[in-house]
């Protein structure tokens, strides 16, 4: 199994992790728990895939990245009330594993 496959394995178990924290109820949970979850799965791709990404560029990205995700989260969660909770459990899942994606796209290979 390639290195880039037990990447991918890596951010998708990170992203359903995420996925079944936001559904705790607890009041702003997503926003308690996107960013370390996300810092979790950027750094671990880029462990286990061997991608170089200067930190200089990847820890802005997953700040901007998390504010984001956390602002449509809550958007969707005020928006639609109960159903909004459970509709941000894939949202959340999707949104941490596209960066897990992101992270292999930007990340040159170390030689």
Known sequence: MGRNMKARGLAFVGAGL???LVLLPIP???LLMMLPMQLFIAFGVMGISKRKIGV???VPLILVYSLVGSAMG???EISLLFLGKFLLAPFAFVWCYL???LVLLLGSEEP
């Open 18 to 20: 995420a996925g079944i």
């Open 28 to 30: 702003v949970m997503d």
């Open 56 to 58: 200089k560029k990847l």
């Open 74 to 76: 809550l958007g969707l």
């Open 99 to 101: 960066l897990g994606e």
